[in-house]
């Protein structure tokens, strides 16, 4: 019986694994014509990312040309502005060794000619640099005498706005004689 029932066993067998079988690949067709759709809407959401990607890209590749434009652009008109600068210090340092040179030649003049009168000219004006002596000033210079009587009242303990309007002149007009006055004190007193 043994025998016999080998057969018998391996037909069941392999009738359920038939009927098996036959059950499991409706449901994994099913399955895949679900997959299908899911899986196609997953590429284009991909394809649609990947064009976003693509258009950023761009307009980032974009902005910076623009950029590098720019900063080109920035950077010549800089540089002409320098050498500019640079040309125009380049001038007023030669221009500085000139005036330098020539006040040395003036400086080097002057000490071996002491008796003479340096002499400047602007223009078409001479102007003569003189040195001169308080002493040798004519008697009219001397503030004191010349203006008597405005001292005597400040030495009386006047003040300056009654000496004003006696004298008929102004208060700061005064004040500049008092000042110019002590100046001239100074200079004898040296």
Do not use: C
């Not at 223009?123 to 040195?131: P, S, W, Y």
Request: glycine content about 2%; hydrophobic content about 40%; aromatic content about 8%.
């Amino acid at each position: 019986m043994n025998q016999v029932d080998q057969p018998w066993v391996y037909i069941v067998l392999f009738g359920l694994v038939f009927i098996i079988y036959a059950k499991i690949i409706p449901r994994t067709s099913a399955t895949k014509g679900q997959a299908n759709p899911t899986l196609h809407e997953i590429e284009e959401a991909m394809e649609h990312f990947t064009a976003e990607l693509d258009e950023q890209n761009k307009a980032l590749i974009q902005l910076l040309a623009e950029t590098k434009r720019d900063y080109e652009v920035q950077t010549a008109k800089l540089t002409s502005r320098l050498e500019i600068v640079e040309k125009q210090s380049a001038l007023t340092n030669q221009e500085l060794n000139k005036l330098g040179f020539a006040y040395e030649e003036l400086q080097k003049k002057a000490a071996h000619q002491p008796e003479k009168v340096p002499v400047v000219e602007l223009q078409n004006t001479r102007v003569e640099e003189k040195i001169v002596d308080v002493e040798d000033l004519p008697v009219a210079m001397n503030l004191k005498s010349r203006y008597e009587e405005l001292f005597s009242l400040f030495e009386q303990g006047k003040s300056v706005e009654y000496i004003a309007k006696k004298l008929n002149m102004n208060k700061g007009e005064i004040n500049l004689i008092f000042q110019l006055a002590k100046q001239e004190e100074k200079l004898n007193a040296h």
